[in-house]
């Protein structure tokens, strides 16, 4: 049941990400975490190259929210997070 709500979810990223507005700026999935609550957490993380902006990421969540919600993937309260996975640190 779990594993498919997350294929669910992951369905829905990839569809939102191939809309051309996403492709132009060739936002990609890094990750993608989903806790087992009732509640769940659901946390996505883009990226592009050269790094993504707040922009970029606010308006991912804006419109994944909404598909969310048209789907019924959950029938709880969820919280979506959607960040970068940041810069990995050097460190010799």
Do not use: C, Q, W
């Amino acid at each position: 049941m779990f594993e498919e709500k997350e294929e669910k979810v992951k369905n829905l990223i990839e569809r939102l990400l191939k809309r051309e507005d996403y492709l132009e700026k060739k936002i990609v999935l890094k990750k993608l975490f989903i806790s087992k609550n009732a509640s769940p957490l659901i946390r996505i993380y883009l990226d592009k190259e050269g790094g993504i902006n707040l922009k970029d990421l606010e308006e991912f969540h804006k419109e994944f929210e909404i598909l969310l919600d048209v789907e019924k993937i959950f029938n709880k309260n969820y919280t979506l997070e959607v960040s970068s996975p940041g810069e990995e640190k050097d460190r010799r």
